[in-house]
């Protein structure tokens, strides 16, 4: 394997837990990377003056791959998103989430796998947003450009031809929002006729929730704008067993960071119980990237032989075992 470099955030809440553990699998693996930490977000704050510090930014440019702990955003006042601002700033306009059934984790849906494409950088995320003192009114405004959409529609249809995968449901509000969510969909439709190997529905949104819940295993890829992205892909998580588990790219032409579905989990903070298999999945994805599959696929086997084996689970899973004692687990196949 050729070293790489790497960015590595570990960001806060449960981020430094379950990256310790993930690196530790990582080592095990032989996994020849060196690490560029930065911080972000309140840490940050308090030892640069500004959550997204300029050495950050610098050091993403350069090494073009991160590796990255969730990082929390202060919920109406504060700092604006260090997430979405990093999304923003490197047009990271794909962001890509596996939701797959994993070996001996139980769920009511045994034959989920979907990869949900979320458009990362426009939508409602695009951070247009006003408060009127005097009428009392506050204003979003959600941006969808042709071009924002043909870039995730093609980036999807690229994935699924790549992939072998079947069919793209495109998931929108066209009925309603007739000029943003019509635009998504008039794309949508445009592109799918370049790819007649692949199958191509429209789903709206809240008939596609339902659906999901109710026959998971007959989607395959969805593709959506930003916010809708957002609350489907926590939805496709609970598919497969929880936050836990499901992890997470966002891509751009230049630079790609990897990162987890979920958030810095402050109910469980400090506590070494969070699943760490989300963000080593993406470590996974993050070295397919790289051109490392052979080695992703080596670590996604020990990690599926210590969950079909069912010993050592975390709490959200129904075990005992802390984040470290599973990293530990993982670790132990992989240099057996
Ligand atoms: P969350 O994803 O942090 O937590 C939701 C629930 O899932 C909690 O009950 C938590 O304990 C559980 N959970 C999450 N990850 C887990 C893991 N690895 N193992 C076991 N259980 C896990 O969502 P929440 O509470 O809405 O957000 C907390 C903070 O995280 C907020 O400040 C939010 O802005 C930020 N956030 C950051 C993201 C990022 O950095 N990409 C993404 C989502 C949220």
């Given at each position: 394997m050729a070293r790489h470099r790497v960015t590595l955030i570990p960001g806060d809440g449960i981020g430094p837990e379950v990256t310790r553990a993930v690196l530790h699998v990582l080592e095990a693996a032989g996994a020849e990377i060196d690490w560029d930490w930065q911080q972000a977000g309140s840490a940050a704050l308090e030892t640069h003056g500004t959550p997204l510090p300029d050495s950050l930014l610098e050091s993403i440019r350069r090494n073009r791959v991160a590796l990255k702990g969730p990082v929390s955003t202060p919920v109406s006042?504060?700092?604006?998103s260090v997430n979405v601002t990093l999304r923003q700033t490197f047009d990271l306009y794909a962001n890509v989430r596996p939701s797959r059934t994993l070996p001996g984790v139980l769920t009511r849906f045994p034959e989920v796998d979907i990869v949900l494409f979320r458009e990362n950088t426009e939508g409602l995320y695009a951070g247009i947003e006003s408060y009127d003192e005097n009428l009392e009114l506050a204003e979003a405004v959600a941006r969808i450009s042709r071009r924002g959409s043909e870039r995730i529609i093609r980036f999807a249809f690229e994935y699924a031809r790549q992939h072998g995968r079947r069919k793209i449901t495109l998931a929108h509000?066209?009925?309603?929002?007739?000029k943003t969510s019509g635009l998504f969909l008039e794309v949508g439709r445009q592109i799918a006729r370049e790819y007649p190997d692949i199958a191509f529905e429209d789903k709206i949104i809240d008939n596609l929730c339902m659906q999901l819940v109710m026959?998971?295993?007959?989607?395959?890829c969805i593709v959506t704008t930003n916010l809708f992205g957002d609350i489907l892909s926590d939805l496709c998580a609970g598919l497969v067993?929880?936050?836990?588990?499901v992890p997470g790219a966002n891509i751009g032409d230049e630079v790609a960071i990897f990162e987890a579905v979920h958030g810095s989990a402050p109910d469980i903070a400090g506590q070494n119980r969070a699943n760490p298999t989300a963000l080593l999945l993406s470590a996974t994805m993050m070295l397919e990237h790289l051109g490392e599959r052979e080695l992703a696929c080596r670590i996604q086997n020990a990690l599926h032989d210590v969950l079909r084996e069912g010993r050592i689970r975390t709490p959200d899973l129904g075990?005992?075992?802390s984040t470290m004692q599973f990293a530990e687990a993982i670790a132990e196949r992989l240099t057996k």
């Open positions: 006042t504060g700092f604006r509000k066209a009925n309603i929002l007739k026959r998971p295993e007959t989607f395959d067993g929880g936050l836990g588990l075990g005992t075992a």
